[in-house]
């Protein structure tokens, strides 16, 4: 499935944003498992959070836990990430990435995902 994450930007400390991950139409998007991931320069790509295929369960890294929300219309073929009280930290490229046969404990690792979107740039500024 091809994914194009969008809805980056450059925003103030305590700002929002909301990042987008639309699959191509033609796929059953409510077969996948998606997940959100950020990488700066010189490190790993960092789990930030997932969605269950129906959407009734979520997972974030504690980092972001209680300032992120993922979120999914499958009719629309989207998964969102709402992100509020945004910190420098938060800086990196974020990418979403699918998967179909992923299970709820490997949700966080980005080796395990098969499908991945080009990334969209969220830069913090303070």
């Not at 836990?65 to 989207?78: L, Q, V, Y």
Request: hydrophobic share 35%; charged share 15%; with cysteine.
């Amino acid at each position: 499935v091809q994914l194009q994450a969008s809805g980056g930007g450059l925003v103030q400390v305590g700002g929002s944003l909301r990042l987008s991950c639309e699959a191509a139409s033609g796929h059953t998007f409510s077969t996948y498992v998606v997940g959100w991931f950020r990488q700066v320069p010189g490190k790993e790509r960092e789990f930030v959070a997932a969605i269950s295929r129906n959407g009734g369960s979520t997972y974030y890294a504690d980092s972001v836990k209680g300032r992120f929300a993922i979120s999914r219309a499958n009719a629309k073929n989207t998964v969102y990430l709402q992100m509020n009280s945004l910190k420098p930290e938060d800086t990196a490229v974020y990418h979403c990435a699918a998967d179909r046969g992923l299970i709820t404990s490997n949700y966080r690792r980005a080796d395990l995902y098969d499908y991945w979107g080009q990334g969209t740039q969220v830069t913090v500024s303070s």
